[in-house]
């Protein structure tokens, strides 16, 4: 049988995590998340130099930071550019837990003119997450209406001086 080129039961695109804290990570996402752990190497010192989570059918892959190796966590580098986001059956619930395991809110949870109630967060090793549940199912002509509602309540007020 030939090796398939992209292995049974990866998707073609998975997140890895640079975490200062990676074993305290696994659990934060596996308590608040509800991810399954597949699988974790264990590395020299009590790193950990890789895991693998399942997270219904995506995978989330990730490591303790190796800053010899310029592998190194948001906080190191003081932020990061990438949200990831990730569908759960109850948003509140989820969002509350992962506050009160010590994530930032950047989002308080409500409705979005698309059918999805979401929150936003910034977990305790400094990655981002948009979480959400789909709530409603939205025609394409109600959303191009809805969209262009949200878009102009976005817009600044005229200056009329």
């Known amino acids: 049988m030939a090796v398939r080129p992209i292995p049974e039961g990866y998707p073609r695109v998975t997140p890895y995590l640079c975490v200062d804290g990676a074993a305290e990570a696994i659990d934060f996402y596996v308590s608040v998340l509800g991810a399954t752990e597949r699988m974790r190497m264990a590395a020299p010192g009590g790193r950990i130099g890789h895991a693998e989570l399942e997270l219904g059918n995506s995978v989330l892959m990730l490591a303790d930071e ?83 509602e949200a878009l102009r309540s976005m817009e600044p007020p005229a200056n009329d001086g």
């Open 66 to 148: 190796y800053p010899e190796m310029e592998f190194r966590s948001p906080k190191a580098i003081g932020g990061t550019p990438i949200t990831l986001h990730a569908y759960v059956e109850d948003v509140d619930a989820v969002f509350a837990k992962a506050l009160a395991r010590g994530s930032r809110e950047l989002r308080a949870v409500r409705d979005e003119f698309y059918g999805d109630r979401t929150g936003q967060f910034e977990d305790p090793f400094g990655h981002r997450w948009n979480i959400a549940t789909h709530v409603e199912d939205v025609s394409e002509e109600e959303m191009e209406k809805r969209a262009e």
